[in-house]
């Protein structure tokens, strides 16, 4: 899942940067980082990205701890993937070794 769908589904909101004050107020963030901020005297979360989408992504304190959720889960998912993957190749090795032929079988 990439930033902008953990985003999205996290409850934060996509702006398409397409006026010149909102062009501006998109370049003049960090690019691809969640980033707070204050306005109106309410913290809220703001993650630019120019590049690839001429957006920017807007959420509250909520959001950006749902968003955090989603991204742990997605990084557990994916040490329990590798550590599987791990697991499985290190069982093939131990029943055919390297060269891929039963060690009975020498």
């Not at 993650?47 to 959720?69: K, L, M, P, S, T």
Request: charged share 25%; aromatic share 16%.
């Amino acid at each position: 899942m990439s930033t902008q769908q953990r985003l999205s589904a996290a409850g934060f909101h996509m702006m398409i940067a397409d006026s010149s004050s909102r062009q501006s107020y998109a370049r003049g963030l960090p690019q691809q980082q969640v980033v707070p901020q204050q306005s109106r005297g309410k913290l809220k979360f703001v993650f630019a990205d120019v590049e690839h989408c001429n957006c920017y992504f807007i959420g509250n304190e909520a959001d950006y701890q749902r968003y955090q959720a989603l991204t742990q889960q997605e990084k557990v998912a994916r040490m329990q993937r590798d550590a599987a993957r791990a697991n499985r190749d290190a069982a093939y090795r131990w029943r055919y070794g390297w060269w891929g032929r039963p060690y009975w079988r020498w």
